[in-house]
């Protein structure tokens, strides 16, 4: 277990992991869009065919959020990134030399399975290991990774300027880059002894008893700490299993895989679905854009926040901006309105994936976040399908609108649940008296109430 860190190295570990994770989804997800028009000329192919391929990309990436924990356990962080490097890099190579649709979609499944091998996952269990102000930590390292969005597209735009370049050359240049990129992020990881062994390790380290209060201020001495002390966090680790079983669990998941799929969706169909009904082509990419900014710098402005308040109400509030500016998206094509649309997206998707994230480190403890992280980034798979649905329903009424009210309602059902959560206890917490988690086998550990 560490101890402490240099402040040096582990700010240099916290930049390098953050800035392979804006590398690698400025080459995936930012990219591919950007990319795919020339893809489908060259190729053609339909626009159906093509756009699939974003859905295995999603879908693969989702469901392969159970592989870090695999990894990590059994090989250590950074050979886990070492990994997902050649793995991304083999999925780029291949799409800069794809000529049908299987070697298509092939790369795609191995991008979207490198993809939280390189990710939030990794990040998120070297933060719960090197930080105390874990909130930040994640808020700046989300803010870093965050800049894929923007980065992406000029990445291709700048390539394909260039004479003679084509989207097999940008491809190409990608897989080069991403390995070195791996590989020069694990060389930084690796300076820390603990993440260059197997994570198993430290899962057999006898417990020690922490007397200390579950609600607990960062520094005494500290300003932040004085509007910090209502902050929950547990003393003792739950074990992956029993944190499952909670309601809270449960809750912080349905809130991710819903922020999720308000993304995906958003993203992907905004455009098309304001240009239908009038709104000129400029004014809508230039919301979307809006809304990725917004993302971006709202990330580190709620990493800090997240020593300072209760994570729940940033949480709450995120997923109330993002029922407000859904509602706006589906119902009105005013500009003034649709900034709404665009701010309230923008802190939603920026906020609501990093609350629930430092949520579950405060709730349930960071001996085993690496399971419970994964699992409820596994539910982000079901978000691929929120694109899908919303086309079918296209189809069927002949706008998108139903969908964007959908994910609205949806939004303010979870809210509902998440204003309302407490901090997970044990069934037989007793009046009068506050209880902290404990491992299958022990007894709880009781701090008298104040």
């Known amino acids: 277990m560490i101890k402490a860190a240099i402040p040096f190295k582990a700010g240099s570990q916290l930049v390098a992991m953050s800035s392979l994770e804006l590398l690698l989804a400025a080459a995936t997800y ?8 020339f893809m489908v000329m060259d190729l053609e ?8 391929g974003f859905t295995v990309l999603g879908a693969v990436t989702g469901l392969a959020s159970s592989v870090p924990p695999f990894l990590i356990r059994r090989i250590g962080v950074r050979n ?17 030399g794809v000529d049908n649709l299987i070697q298509y979609y092939l790369a795609a499944a191995i991008c979207g399975l490198a993809y939280p ?14 930080f105390k102000r874990q909130s930040t930590a994640l808020g700046v390292a989300a803010t870093i990774s965050g800049l894929g969005t923007v980065v992406g597209p000029l990445m291709v735009l700048g390539v394909l300027a260039l004479k003679g370049q084509t989207w ?3 491809w190409e240049y990608q897989a080069l880059a991403i390995l070195a990129a791996a590989i020069l992020c694990a060389v930084i990881i690796g300076l820390e002894r603990s993440f260059r062994r197997p994570a198993k390790e430290e899962l057999e380290v006898p417990e020690v008893e922490d007397p200390a209060p579950v609600i607990m201020p960062d520094q005494a001495d500290s300003p932040a700490s004085r509007f910090g002390r209502n902050i929950y966090r547990t003393t003792k680790d739950w074990p992956a299993k029993l944190a499952m079983q909670t309601t809270q669990f449960k809750i912080l998941a349905a809130a991710y895989c819903l922020n999720m799929m308000c993304l995906v969706t958003v993203t992907s169909l905004s455009v098309g679905h304001l240009i239908e009904r009038g709104v000129s082509e400029t004014v809508a990419g230039g919301m979307l854009s809006i809304e990725a900014l917004i993302a971006v710098l709202i990330r580190g402005f709620s990493g800090a926040l997240g020593d300072i308040f209760d ?17 706006v998206l589906a119902l009105t094509t005013d500009h003034v309105m649709l900034l709404l649309y665009a701010f309230g997206t923008g802190i939603g998707f920026g906020t609501t994936q990093l609350a629930c994230t430092v949520l579950l480190l405060n709730y349930f403890g960071r001996k085993y976040n690496l399971e419970l992280f994964s699992a409820m980034c596994v539910t982000g798979a079901i978000s691929a399908l929120g694109p899908v649905i919303g086309g079918v329903i296209r189809d069927v009424s002949g706008s998108f609108s139903l969908i964007f009210l959908i994910l609205s309602v949806l939004s303010a059902l979870v809210f509902m649940f998440v ?3 407490k901090p997970p206890y044990p069934a037989e917490a007793q009046e009068g008296q506050v209880d902290v988690p404990a491992d299958a086998n022990d007894v709880p550990y009781r701090q008298p109430a104040e």
């Not at 930012?30 to 028009?37: H, N």
């Not at 339909?46 to 756009?51: K, M, V």
């Open 311 to 327: 994570p729940k109400h940033l949480a709450t509030f995120a997923l109330f901006a993002t029922m407000i500016g859904c509602a």
């Open 117 to 130: 091998m390189m990710a939030s996952i990794p990040t998120t269990f070297m933060v719960s290991r090197l």
């Open 168 to 170: 097999r050359n940008y």
């Open 30 to 37: 930012s990219s591919l869009g950007v990319v795919l028009p």
């Open 80 to 96: 886990t990134i070492l990994l997902g490097g050649v793995l991304a890099s083999l999925g780029l190579y291949l799409l800069h």
């Open 419 to 421: 204003l309302f959560m």
């Open 45 to 52: 192919w339909s626009w159906s065919q093509a756009g699939l």
